[in-house]
């Protein structure tokens, strides 16, 4: 069945820039905003994906997606791209930091660079994205941020220490920036997806026994699909969940 969409009317018109945005779950949310009729931007460095899911969108839309191409390891690159995408849009009001690379990589084959390549992908980005579009939150008279982790971190996982390191961080650092930024009306909440079964995961990494493995894991018999975190993430972001922040939201189908 697939998953009803949400209305949150405060989202129309809003300004909103989402990492990631090109493909996977960051594609399903910067659809899930454009159909609020909010006005979106997005980062990613796929410029082949961005460009199909923008001319895509571009025939329901009102307001086709920004496609702002940019590596997010690159950290004036990130700060450029906050830039491009007040100049396009005005005051950004919601922040996703949702771009990842949940690349496998077992404890001896780390070395520094491996390491230091998974935190510049998985987590230095979102500090650095938040600083440079709180500015513009606050000229907005406030915002709200969400910064994607996940459950990985929390089960044990043998083959990801560099990710898993990097998903535990984001709910330290969302409960920090929430600290901060509550006193400008920014809020700040993370989201800890399970399992999402998309298409790149399948190809790179999900068997048919580990997708059957988890839903016997879950409460909820179903894979869950990048449309499950759509809903949640426009609730975080819309005025309706004000009273909300330096949280964690698990979407995981009860997995834990
Ligand atoms: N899919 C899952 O099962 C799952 C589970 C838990 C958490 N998550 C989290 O949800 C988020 C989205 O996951 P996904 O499965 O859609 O990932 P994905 O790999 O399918 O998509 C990530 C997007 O980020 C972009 N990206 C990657 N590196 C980039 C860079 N250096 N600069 C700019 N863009 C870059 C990619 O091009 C891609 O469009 C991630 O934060 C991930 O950790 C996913």
Redesign the pocket.
């Known amino acids: 069945m697939p998953v009803p969409k949400a209305q949150f009317h405060d989202l129309k018109d809003r300004a909103v820039l989402v990492?990631?945005?090109?493909?996977?779950?960051?594609?399903?949310l910067v659809e899930g905003f454009v159909d609020q009729g909010a006005r979106v931007a997005f980062?990613?460095?796929?410029e082949r994906?961005?460009l199909d899911l923008v001319e895509r969108l571009a025939i329901k839309a009102s307001t086709a997606p920004v496609y702002i191409p940019?590596?997010?390891?690159?950290i004036e690159?990130v700060k450029k791209a906050a830039q491009t995408a007040a100049a396009a849009l005005g005051a950004l009001h919601v922040l996703v930091?949702?771009?990842?690379?949940?690349d496998r990589e077992p404890l001896e084959s780390v070395t520094e660079e491996s390491w230091d390549e998974s935190q510049?992908?998985?987590l230095r980005?979102l500090f650095f994205m938040s600083q440079a579009v709180a500015p513009h939150m606050r000229e907005a008279g406030g915002g709200s941020i969400v910064n994607?982790?996940?459950?990985?971190y929390l089960l044990n996982m043998a083959e990801i220490p560099a990710?898993a390191t990097a998903?535990a961080a984001?709910v330290g650092l969302t409960k920090s920036l929430a600290g901060k930024l509550g006193q400008d009306n920014i809020r700040v909440n993370a989201?800890?997806?399970?399992?999402?079964?998309?298409?790149?995961?399948k190809r790179l990494w999900?068997s048919d026994a580990a997708i059957a493995g988890m839903q016997e894991r879950q409460c909820l018999k179903r894979s869950?699909t990048?449309d499950d975190?759509v809903g949640p993430c426009l609730f975080l972001a819309s005025a309706c969940s004000s009273g909300m922040t330096a949280q964690t939201m698990i979407i995981?189908g009860g997995a834990l």
């Not at 990492?19 to 399903?28: H, R």
């Not at 980062?43 to 796929?46: E, L, Q, S, T």
């Not at 994607?148 to 990985?152: K, R, T």
């Open positions: 990492t990631g945005g090109g493909s996977g779950i960051g594609a399903a980062v990613d460095i796929d994906a961005s940019a590596d997010l390891r690159d690159a930091n949702n771009a990842a690379r949940d510049a992908v998985n980005h994607f982790s996940s459950i990985a990710y998903k984001i989201i800890l997806p399970g399992m999402i079964v998309t298409e790149r995961q999900l869950l990048a975190l995981d």
